[in-house]
Nanobody, 126 residues
Framework: QVQLQESGGGSVESGGSLTLSCVISGYTVTAASLGWFRQAPGKEREGIAAISSGDGRTNYAASVKGRFTISLDNAKKTLYLQMNSLKPEDTAMYYC???????????????????WGQGTQVTVSS
């Protein structure tokens, strides 16, 4: 059974930093795309960062590029999202996800992902 468990969310002031972690179990982390998504109230879930487990290529949404960094520790089966220079508009529930089947790219599209965590809340105050 595949399980993804996020942690590290919380409340921070604008300009602050947080690091999210996602422990992955029951899943073979090869030839996959692993990603971070977020969903704010009243908005659709959006992919913000992804990493290809095969070659480490990354992909970022324009809204977070240059501020957020995704990384993967294969040995620990843990996905990370380092978030710097946080803004109030970054406030959302953050989810980690893994693709179902082999994917040889870092993908930001929801439809590629079949395994999801429960989410962790990030709140940024101005």
């Amino acid at each position: 059974q595949v399980q993804l468990q996020e942690s590290g969310g919380g409340s921070v002031e604008s300009g602050g930093s947080l690091t999210l972690s996602c422990v992955i179990s029951g899943y073979t982390v090869t030839a996959a795309s692993l990603g971070w998504f977020r969903q704010a109230p009243g908005k659709e879930r959006e992919g913000i960062a992804a990493i290809s487990s095969g070659d480490g290529r990354t992909n970022y949404a324009a809204s977070v590029k240059g501020r957020f960094t995704i990384s993967l520790d294969n040995a620990k089966k843990t996905l990370y999202l380092q978030m710097n220079s946080l803004k109030p508009e970054d406030t959302a529930m953050y989810y980690c996800a893994a693709t179902r089947g082999r994917v040889y790219a870092a993908v930001l599209l929801n439809d590629y992902y079949g395994h999801w965590g429960q989410g962790t809340q990030v709140t940024v105050s101005s």
